[in-house]
Every structure is written in structure tokens, then in C-alpha cells.
């Protein structure tokens, strides 16, 4: 019996400058659609130089993927540069709000002692819920959810990670 060896996927984070301007965003969708390639994450906000913005997305695939999406990106007149950020190399975080339930002061006092370990902030505190704001790397944030799960999470709303490579990288 012949075994094929399994290709090895991962997450790519691709930082892409582009043009600000409507209908970028729908292009660049559907060349992931067309190509049934799934973005797990994106997020999109202005630049550091005017008109341009930069769009972060979370890719999971191989190699090839990588490859065939960065080429794809290139070939759209909209992008203007297009960088697969080394996960050594780069800074990823993610902003998190997170409303729990609170039935008496001793949740409270608890979580207020989560929120306080892991350095995020409350930002809002109703009769029977906290609102409870996190930035971090998305296994932090991951783990805090965990913590808080107990409680009652009422909701959730996540940005997604984006990135930028570190020093001159």
C-alpha cells in the first residue's frame, strides 16, 4: 500500500496594501471565492499613506495555496503590494468584547479578578452583566473566553487578528 505524504497546513497572515476605494473589498472576496480558498479572518482600515488601506487576512492552507494566492492578489489592479508576514517576525493581535452574566457580587468580584489577571478592562457594568474589553494575541483571548465561559456569556464580538511585521521586516 502506497501512502501518500499529507500536506502540511497552516495560518498565513497576508498584509495587502490596496486602493480605498469602494469595491475593493468585493474583488478581493470573490478571488478567494473563485479559488475555494476559505479566509478565516480579515480585517481592512486606512494606511499609513494616504488612499491606500491595508487589508489583513488569516489564510489556512499549504504552501501552494500561499503561492497561488499571493500571485492572484499581485494580478488585481486594486492591490498594491501583497506580504506573507513571518510569524516570527510579526505582531498579531485581536480586540475582543465579551458580555457576562453577573448574578451576585462574589461572579463580579471573580471576574474582576480575570479581567485584571489578563489585563483587559471592563467597559460597561449593568445590574446583571459586565461588559469586559481584551486586545491581545487570539490565544489570550481565547483563554479568557474559557474562564468566563462558567459565568454565562451572554455575547461575543470579535475583531479577528491583524498583523504588522515587526522592526524593519
Avoid at 452574566?101 to 460597561?124: C, G, P, W
Avoid at 457594568?125 to 454565562?152: A, H, M, Q, R, Y
Wanted: aromatic share 4%.
Amino acid at each position: 500500500m502506497t501512502r501518500f505524504p499529507k500536506t502540511q497546513t497552516q495560518l498565513h497572515v497576508i498584509s495587502t496594501l490596496v486602493e480605498d476605494k469602494p469595491g475593493v473589498l468585493q474583488k478581493v472576496a470573490s478571488l478567494f471565492t473563485r479559488r475555494g480558498y476559505n479566509i478565516e479572518s480579515i480585517t481592512v482600515g486606512k494606511s499609513e499613506v494616504d488612499n491606500l488601506a491595508r487589508m489583513v487576512f488569516i489564510v489556512n492552507g499549504d504552501q501552494k495555496v500561499l503561492e497561488q494566492v499571493t500571485k492572484q492578489l499581485n494580478k488585481l489592479v486594486d492591490v498594491i503590494k501583497v506580504k506573507d508576514l513571518d510569524p516570527n517576525h510579526s505582531i498579531k493581535r485581536e480586540l475582543c468584547l465579551v458580555k457576562v452574566n453577573t448574578t451576585d457580587l462574589e461572579s463580579k468580584s471573580q471576574i474582576m479578578q480575570y479581567v485584571h489577571i489578563f489585563r483587559a478592562r471592563i467597559v460597561d457594568v449593568c445590574e446583571d452583566n459586565l461588559t469586559v474589553e481584551i486586545t491581545g494575541n487570539p490565544s489570550k483571548i481565547d483563554s479568557l473566553i474559557e474562564l468566563l465561559e462558567p459565568f454565562g456569556i451572554k455575547k461575543i464580538a470579535r475583531t479577528g487578528p491583524t498583523a504588522i511585521s515587526r522592526g524593519n521586516y
